[in-house]
């Protein structure tokens, strides 16, 4: 106004949104909902993706390297016993930042 401008130029950086949801409870049935157990999100290096499965006495029932890997429910060719198992789920964000995941997995059929 009064005839004075202003001009101002700048950079603005929108950094990646991180997000990631974990399912508790799967139904590794064969019905095609709901079969497979995996982690979900936003703003993740899938590449860095590892994921393990334990079993009530802390042994080690399932391990994947891969997103596209999901678990079944199985562990030595059979199906798991109903109940919960417990996940621990690391992966990095885009930014390089690491991000661990524990907790418990219901296994319903």
């Known amino acids: 106004t009064d005839g004075c401008e202003d001009v101002d130029r700048g950079q603005i950086i929108i950094d990646p ?14 019905d095609e909902k709901n079969d497979y157990f995996r982690g979900y999100g936003e703003g993740v ?18 391990y994947t390297n ?27 964000d885009l930014k390089g930042n690491q991000h661990t995941f524990r907790d418990g997995v219901s296994v319903i059929r």
């Not at 949104?17 to 049935?29: G, S």
């Not at 891969?66 to 990095?92: A, F, H, L, Q």
């Open 17 to 30: 949104d991180f997000m990631f949801y974990v399912p508790n409870a799967f139904t590794p049935n064969g």
């Open 45 to 62: 290096k899938w590449d860095t993706y590892e994921m393990f499965i334990y079993n009530r006495w802390g042994e080690e029932i399932y």
């Open 66 to 92: 891969s997103i596209d890997t999901p678990w079944n429910g199985w562990y030595k060719n059979r199906e798991v016993e109903v109940g919960t198992y417990v996940y621990m789920i690391r992966i990095y």
